[in-house]
């Protein structure tokens, strides 16, 4: 069974930085693709960021193109989000999620496993 575990997050002035790491544990012989996402105060669940097992395929959600990325260490099994240029409205929750494919995907119902979620809170 693999778990997920994140970390980094906090606060931060708008136009920072902040950086979430994932880090993947247990069974991680499988390839896994993963993916971000976010819940802010009072909407759904929205779609952040997504990289393929290999790394070499990512998808980034509309409303932080440009702003943010996603990246993968192999040697450790981590995803990083990089988020810069941080706005108000990135303020909210944030959630690694795991699934068993290779390709990244924006759908939070293709990810069977979730992490606990880290508090990103952005002061404008």
């Known amino acids: 069974q693999v778990q997920l575990v994140e970390s980094g997050g906090g606060s931060a002035q708008a136009g920072g930085s902040l950086k979430l790491s994932c880090v993947a544990s247990?069974?991680?012989?499988?390839?896994?693709?993963m993916a971000w996402f976010r819940q802010r105060s009072g909407k759904e669940r929205e779609f952040v960021a997504a990289?393929?097992?290999?790394?070499?395929?990512?998808r980034i959600g509309d409303s932080v193109k440009g702003r943010f990325t996603i990246s993968r260490v192999t040697a450790t099994n981590t995803r990083t989000l990089h988020m810069d240029f941080l706005e108000h409205e990135d303020t909210g929750v944030y959630y690694c999620?795991?699934?068993?494919?290779?390709?990244?995907?924006?759908?939070?119902?293709?990810?069977?496993?979730w992490g606990q979620g880290t508090q990103v809170t952005v002061s404008s």
């Open positions: 999620a795991g699934a068993c494919r290779e390709s990244p995907s924006k759908d939070s119902e293709d990810y069977a496993l």
């Open positions: 247990g069974r991680t012989d499988r390839r896994y693709a």
């Open positions: 990289i393929g097992w290999s790394g070499a395929s990512t």
